[in-house]
Every structure is written in C-alpha cells, then in structure tokens.
C-alpha cells in the first residue's frame, strides 16, 4: 500500500509541468522593455545588522516572514537591500512594515535605511 501511494504521488508531481507551453513565455520581452523607459530613481531599504555574520541570519529571517531581499556585494562590502520601489514614499512604507515586524520579533539592533538605488548605465 505504502509503495502504491509513492508511485502515484511521483506520477502526480511528474504531471505538474504538463500542458504548459512556450506562448505562456512570450509577454516577457515587453516586460524588459518597460525598465529601460523608466528614468526615475529606484529606492532600495537596506537591512544592517550589527555583525557581518548576521547576514545569513537577517536575510533567513527576511524570507521566513515574505519579505524578499538580495544579497549584494559592493566594493567588498555585503549588503542585505529589500527592494526596488518605484518611490521613496513605498521604501517608507516597506521601512515601517519590516520595523514592525522585527519588533514583534524582539529583533534588536538592525538598521533599516532607505536609500536611492544607483541608476544602471
């Protein structure tokens, strides 16, 4: 019985990818496009702990609470940014949300900053 419901189980999960074709890809270059029109500054919240091991910690955290951040890697530096926002007002927002969220937490000690994200060019 235990082998039986494994063999349907797998036959289902092997079944997820069926029907799906490339035409469900093809609105993605519009989708590319839009960025390059867009001259407008970007904002980013930067999450800072007090130790450069805390990275690991703050962006596990960030993910177990659906905050989506990116670990990146400036002039040696690493650097924890949820974001981009298309106004400073959302990075704000997001600013407040994430605050509340890490006091419910009883996190102590994290920076949060808004700042402006560098134009690509």
């Given at each position: ?25 093809k609105p ?39 905050f989506v ?53």
């Open positions: 019985m235990g082998k039986m419901v494994l063999v349907i189980a797998v036959l289902a999960l092997a079944g997820c990818g069926e029907g799906k074709s490339v035409d469900a890809q993605q270059p519009a989708a590319v496009a839009a960025p390059s029109v867009a001259s407008a500054p970007q904002w980013d919240l930067e999450v800072r702990g007090e130790t450069t091991q805390a990275v690991s910690d703050l962006s596990g955290w960030l993910i177990e609470h659906s951040s990116n670990v990146v890697k400036e002039n040696g530096k690493t650097r924890i940014l949820v974001g981009p926002f298309n106004s400073k007002a959302e990075a704000e927002a997001k600013q407040a949300e994430v605050g509340a969220a890490l006091v419910r937490a009883k996190k102590q000690n994290i920076e949060l900053l808004v700042v402006e994200r560098p134009v690509a060019q």
